[in-house]
């Protein structure tokens, strides 16, 4: 694991820097979910539409929670880097991956279990609740993986590698730029397909 980087230099470099990169790294998770909206949408059909929105709108809270979750273990993690503790550091970043998977595990499955209620009280009905719930039923799957990655990513940043922490966001977004029209066109996998990717 390398040396604290942010103890010497300009600071103002270092915050620009770091900024941006992590800026880049929620740009790109913005743009894969616009992507899917998109991909969705050539469908001209707006059940399928509304079906993605309510579901984004579920979505959100696992998703808040994971940004928590980095946050929490990456600041702990820069605090033991910064003070010179590798080894402390590196227990940080271990347990708080691993801590962030396993809430992620019960949360996004509590949601699962009750994602039809949820999308009911959010307004959504018939063909429309239907899909939304599939779409549900493959996206919070993935939230375990989501906060492991993101909580990699930031754990990267603040070591001071900001290309190598925006390349694990930006590999992502542009494997969702390919698989996204794949499953939800070309396999016609539609609602289903976009919770896919």
């Keep these: 694991m390398p040396q604290a980087r942010f103890l010497t230099g300009s600071t103002l470099r270092h915050v620009v820097v770091m900024s941006i990169a992590g800026s880049l790294g929620l740009s790109f998770l913005f743009l894969i979910d616009f992507l899917a ?18 579901a ?3 979505q959100f809270f696992p998703a808040s929670m994971n940004v928590g979750m980095m946050i929490a273990t990456v600041a702990l993690f820069a605090r033991a880097l910064g003070g010179g503790h590798l080894d402390r550091a590196r227990r940080i970043a271990t347990l708080g991956i691993l801590a962030g998977t396993l809430v992620q595990i019960a949360f996004s499955g509590l949601l699962w279990v009750f994602r039809e209620e949820l999308l009911a ?6 063909a429309t609740l239907g899909m939304a719930s599939d779409f549900l039923a493959v ?17 990267v940043r603040a070591t001071g ?4 922490s925006t390349l694990v966001t930006g590999l992502a977004a542009a494997v969702a730029l390919v698989v996204d029209p794949f499953n939800i066109l070309y ?6 397909g976009a919770g896919l990717s």
Excluded: E
Excluded at 139 to 155: D, F, I, K, N
Excluded at 161 to 164: G, I
């Design 139 to 155: 996206s919070l799957c993935g939230m375990p993986l989501m906060v492991a990655g993101m909580t990699m990513a930031a754990v």
């Design 161 to 164: 590698d900001a290309v190598r």
């Design 56 to 58: 984004f709108s579920i």
């Design 121 to 126: 009280v959010s307004g959504a009905s018939g």
């Design 37 to 54: 909206m998109f991909w969705v949408g050539q469908y001209d059909d707006a059940s399928m539409v509304a079906a993605v929105g309510f």
């Design 187 to 192: 396999l016609g996998l539609g609602v289903t």
